[in-house]
């Protein structure tokens, strides 16, 4: 099983970020997945999470109306838009897949870092 998340880095405030979630070694499209950050110092915040089929979506109240979750089950990829980025975002944001209880998976984690 692999998660392989790219496309952090580091931006000015008010600026925009795609990150990649790349997916390998199970079904996708049976798990639900989700965008989890850990800024320093601080614990682990579910982001966003996305439903198998893409019908149910979750976004922090600290994101909504600036994050857009999406995923391609064709291609195993989930992605997360983030625009009009803020200071508060910095952090390393984590890609899982969860199916029940047992199957938890996920990513190596990519640096976010947002300048003011």
């Known amino acids: 099983v692999h998660l392989v998340e790219s496309g952090g880095g580091s931006v000015e405030s008010g600026g925009s970020l795609n990150l990649s ?3 390998s070694g199970f079904t996708f499209g049976h798990y639900a997945m989700s965008w989890v950050r850990q800024a320093p110092g601080k614990g682990r915040e579910l982001v966003s999470a996305i439903s198998t089929g893409s019908s149910k979506i979750y976004y922090a109240d600290s994101v909504k109306g600036r994050f ?3 995923r ?3 291609v195993n990829t989930l992605s997360l838009q983030m625009n009009n980025l803020k200071s508060e975002d910095t952090a390393v944001y984590y890609c899982n897949a969860r ?18």
């Open 99 to 116: 199916a029940g209880h047992s199957n938890d998976y996920w990513g190596q984690g990519t640096q976010v870092t947002v300048s003011s």
């Open 72 to 74: 391609d089950n064709a």
């Open 21 to 23: 979630c790349t997916a």
């Open 68 to 70: 857009t979750v999406s």
